[in-house]
């Protein structure tokens, strides 16, 4: 079935410091890409739409210059989470629809200190 | 009112049993329905995907849309100690292309 990766899987960052994490769909082409967050215990909640060649749509109260995203191409989409502050930290998740259906990366568990 | 509400449990079976997760929303636009696990620190992995209302079984689990009601549910039979995980329900107005709406989460352990 489809695949899709995403790195790291695990992140360690200082406060203030630049974390971005990709999201690759590995056999199929993705023009649309999303980014979740999930905190433990809760659900996903979508942070914001990639799409291919273009800015990417934004849930309303999610920062888009804190959170950059870029979908560079049919198969990679990046989240930059700038200036990281510990409220940051948290589980990052991309999805690709691959025909019919929603793939999920393996997540992104970031740790502000 | 939450689009999706979701009994994030946790729920504690023995081993054989059958377990029911249930979900209930509010937005009648959502036509297509899923049920996703997910262990801890990995994403998501579709368990089923059902269109509209009706029943749909896959080996030891079964899939039930009552859209007239706004529920949703997932039985699981036979229950199996490598089914604690956590179940999420999902929801979505368009097949395709869209982003899903998920419930919080029902925490599963099946005890051997």
């Known amino acids: 079935g489809a695949v899709v990766s995403q790195h790291p899987s695990r992140v360690i960052c200082k406060s203030g410091t630049s974390v971005k994490i990709e999201c690759r769909s590995l056999?199929?082409?993705?023009?649309?890409m999303f980014w979740y967050r999930q905190f433990p215990k809760q659900s996903l909640m979508l942070m914001a739409t990639s799409n291919e060649g273009s800015k990417a749509t934004y849930e309303q109260g999610v920062e888009k210059d804190k959170f950059l995203i870029n979908h560079a191409s049919l198969t990679l989409s990046t989240l930059t989470v700038t200036s990281a502050h510990p409220e940051d930290s948290s589980f990052y998740i991309c999805?690709?629809?691959?025909?019919?259906?929603?793939?999920f990366g393996q997540g992104t568990r970031l740790t502000v200190v | 009112q939450k689009e999706v509400e979701q009994d994030p449990g946790p729920l504690s079976v023995p081993e054989g049993a059958i377990v029911s997760l249930n979900c209930t929303y509010s937005?009648?636009?959502?036509?297509?329905f899923m049920w996703y696990r997910q262990y801890s620190r990995k994403g998501p992995e579709l368990l089923m995907y059902?269109?509209?209302?009706g029943n749909k079984e896959d080996g030891r689990f079964t899939a039930q849309v009552d859209k007239s009601s706004k529920y949703i549910s997932l039985f699981i039979r036979d229950s199996q100690p490598s089914d604690s995980a956590t179940y999420l329900c999902?929801?979505?107005?368009?097949?395709?292309?869209?982003?899903?709406?998920f419930g919080k989460g029902t925490t599963l352990s099946v005890s051997s």
């Open positions: 056999d199929f082409q993705a023009t649309t």
């Open positions: 999805s690709a629809f691959g025909g019919t259906e929603a793939f």
């Open positions: 937005n009648s636009a959502f036509q297509y």
């Open positions: 059902t269109y509209s209302s």
């Open positions: 999902a929801m979505s107005p368009n097949q395709a292309g869209t982003a899903l709406i």
